[in-house]
């Protein structure tokens, strides 16, 4: 019979040891993470408790990791020990030595790669392995080979290898293992603690609905990037909506609406506030609306009249923005972003991530899903690939929990890139054997220009995008057909609209762009109402402020002061034109600190003929005839500086704080006249 009188002493100091390795490591790395730019990230929409906040979620996060790769890396010794007892002491010094000798790799790999990227002036790590061809990329390839061979030759030496293997003896005393495996657990018990205490301090019970019940219904369906310019109902070329075309063949279709910034949450805070992103101070991808205006928004006034709400955002960033204002809708369910072993990881770690209104959950996830996805060699954007159908079947479900008198808005993923349309649909514009050249190859990261030389490579990708716009007209006009047999679209006003657009042309690739251009901001919509059995076009100019009044009109109640769009009602219930041209503004604030005064972006502002658009940086403007506005570097100024000039009398008296009356360009065109 084996001796086990030194096996269970021996296999916890390894366990300890072992752990307290990994919570060192991981701990270190994710503080490296965190000073190379990400915390201060968060500084721009996140206030400093909060910024702290997140930075103790993250060392928490890395030190449980820890706790269980330690753990399961002594779980596996165990057998190992056990087999061999005469040799047990010897076997636990060499296996401590050979993890310390790991973490010291692992640590002064990334501490390398850190600095580089530092000198390179780069605050992304991604940065440098998107564009494969720069000069940062190849000195991280150059110097992670000397280091293997400083590392491999180090190793060789007793002297500097016995430096190496001692470098982390003062983590692993008994003492120390033990006190870095209690501040862990004390650390995830306090962060629990604190969220449920924040979670409390929401009011999370929704008011009793008023009586008598309103009788008209609201659906509103947004698409996420989807762009009227790819919309065979707006013209183009390709047959890719029909079944949209069929529906606003009995609706009223606005041709001239914009969207007010070029990426998903700052154009969701406009269509739900009426206000533009510098009004809503909803600058960023994770913005969210301040406790000032938690009840600024039509849902909240639609809900206090008696409205039954409900919401299914398929797009992370727009679901956790929303969530925000919970109390405002009656039925609004998390969608699984990600199923698999992360949907378990992340109701697993709930307690440390409630709905508290304090940080950033959709940071939480993002980060958490990302790491996931790199670990398991996994595409990381898999939290963006929600199928179209499945958003459709939550919101029908989502209907037969609302009753009569309900708003319901359902924002659809599709066909946001990545680019998956149905197998149906595959190879319908693009075939399927021509191959697409990486994205990466033509833009830099986050740089969404590619030069003119380099169409041919991006026209590929457009197809691929029609084919999937493609596949979520086909489940728009499955569900629509579903709900016409069921009869729930009686009384009800569908809206169809989306939340930015997508750009292939004049030299900007997709959407989340400065330049304002054309294909990015103009997105659909259309308007059938009650009854209605004719098609109405309208041309008036308007933008996405223009929603929030125009349900809370058809509802029959009064816009507030604080939201200034203006209600696209009169267009919708009349039969004749109204002349009118309007007007639409577009915003990208995106790089400026929400506590801070807008400092940099662009402004535009948009006619029936020309957009005119403002650098707040530098307060330069730019002209752009409509049919020309999908060229980000397009200027015209010179040949029309009296339209140049009204149209930033425009933009500067809708936002004086931002745009200056006249800019020095502009000033020396209409002094030469």
Known sequence: MRSVHDFRPLILALWFRLMALA?????????????????????????????????????????????????????????????????????????????????????????????????????????????????????????????????????????????????????????????TALVTIAGAAGLAVTEYAFSKRLSLVNAALVSPRPKSNFL??????LSAEDMSLYGYPLSTTPNIDAFARKATVFTNFFSASTFTTPAIATILTGLYPSESRVYHLQGRVGSENLERNFVHLLRAAGYGTGAFMSNPYAHFFVKDLQNDFDVLPEPTFQDGGFA???????????????????????????TWN?????????????????????????????????????????????????????????????????AEKFWHYWIRHYEPNQQHLV????????????????????????LENSGRLQDTTVMLTADHGESFEGGVFQHNSADLTRPVIHVPLIIRTPGQKENHTVTVTADQTSIAPTILELAGLVKPSWMRGRSLVPWVKSDSPIKDEGLAFTQYVAKNSVFKPLRQGTFG????????????????????????????????????PGRAEALRTVLHERFPDVVQLKAPALQSFTQAR
């Open 23 to 179: 919570v060192v490591s991981l701990v270190f790395y994710e503080a490296l993470c965190l000073t190379r730019g990400k915390a201060q990230g968060w500084s721009f929409y996140l206030r400093a408790t909060e910024v702290a906040y997140e930075v103790l979620v993250r060392m928490v996060a890395a030190s449980l990791a820890g706790l269980l790769i330690g753990t399961m890396a002594a779980a596996a010794m165990v057998p190992v020990l056990w087999y061999f007892q005469l040799r047990r002491e010897q076997l636990v010094d060499r296996v401590t030595k050979a993890a310390v000798v790991c973490a010291g790799f692992v640590i002064s790999r990334y501490m390398l790669i850190t600095l580089i990227q530092w000198s390179a002036g780069r605050s992304s790590e991604a940065a440098i392995w998107w564009s494969g061809k720069s000069s940062s990329y190849m000195l991280v390839r150059i110097s992670l080979a000397a280091f293997y061979v400083a590392f491999a030759a180090a190793m060789c030496f007793p002297h500097s290898r016995r430096v190496i293997v001692t470098s982390l003896d003062p983590a692993l005393t008994p003492s120390m293992t033990r006190r």
């Open 220 to 225: 509103l369906i947004s698409f996420d990037a």
């Open 344 to 370: 378990h990881l992340w109701k697993a770690t709930v307690p440390l991530h409630r709905g508290s209104g304090f940080g950033s959950r959709i940071e939480e996830y993002m980060d958490l899903a990302k």
């Open 374 to 438: 790199y670990l398991n060699h996994t595409p990381v954007d898999l939290p963006l690939r929600y199928p179209p159908e499945m958003s459709f079947r939550q919101a029908s479900q989502i209907l037969t929990e609302l009753p009569t008198g309900f708003f319901l808005w359902v924002h659809v993923m599709a066909p946001h890139s990545p680019y998956l349309p149905a197998p149906a649909d595959q190879g319908r514009f693009l075939p399927n054997t021509e191959p697409l050249t990486p």
């Open 459 to 482: 026209d590929p990708w457009r197809l691929r995008y029609d084919e999937f716009v493609a596949t979520a007209d086909r489940t728009f006009g499955e569900f629509i057909l579903a």
């Open 605 to 640: 502002v948009i006619d029936g003929e020309y957009e005119y658009i403002v650098h707040l940086a530098t307060q330069e403007g730019e002209l752009r005839p409509l049919n020309e506005a999908h060229i980000w570097h397009l200027d015209r100024t010179a040949d029309n």
